[in-house]
């Protein structure tokens, strides 16, 4: 049984910086597609970074490119993702997502993940 355990949420500062920790069992991380979604409150989710099963290639929304970067650690089979500079606007629930399978070109897609989180509040505010 696959589960992913989404961690590092809490309230930050304009400006501030968070680490999510995505933690798997049931599924060797390196060996699968994982990537970050957000949802803000009374909007859909929303991609905003990913990572192949190389960790070699990885891909991010417009609004965090430059802010956020995703990691791996393949010891503690956990995915990370960093965000710095931190804005209201990313105020949301995050969720971790991953699968095997997943199309290039749809790596941003909710579809293409059958694994997921239960999701992290980040909230940022003053």
């Known amino acids: 049984q696959v589960q992913l355990v989404e961690s590092g949420g809490g309230l930050v500062l304009p400006g501030g910086a968070l680490r999510l920790s995505c933690a798997a069992s049931g599924i060797t991380l390196s060996r699968s597609n994982t990537a970050w979604f957000r949802q803000a409150p009374g909007k859909g989710r929303e991609f905003v970074a990913a990572m192949r099963q190389s960790a070699t290639h990885t891909y991010y929304a417009d609004s965090v490119k430059g802010r956020f970067t995703v990691s791996r650690d393949n010891a503690k089979n956990t995915v990370h993702l960093q965000m710095n500079g931190l804005q209201p606007d990313d105020t949301a629930v995050y969720y971790c997502?991953?699968?095997?399978?997943?199309?290039?070109?749809?790596?941003?897609?909710?579809?293409?993940?059958?694994?997921w989180g239960q999701g992290t509040q980040v909230t940022v505010s003053s």
């Open positions: 997502a991953t699968d095997a399978s997943v199309i290039l070109s749809s790596i941003g897609r909710e579809a293409q993940y059958r694994y």
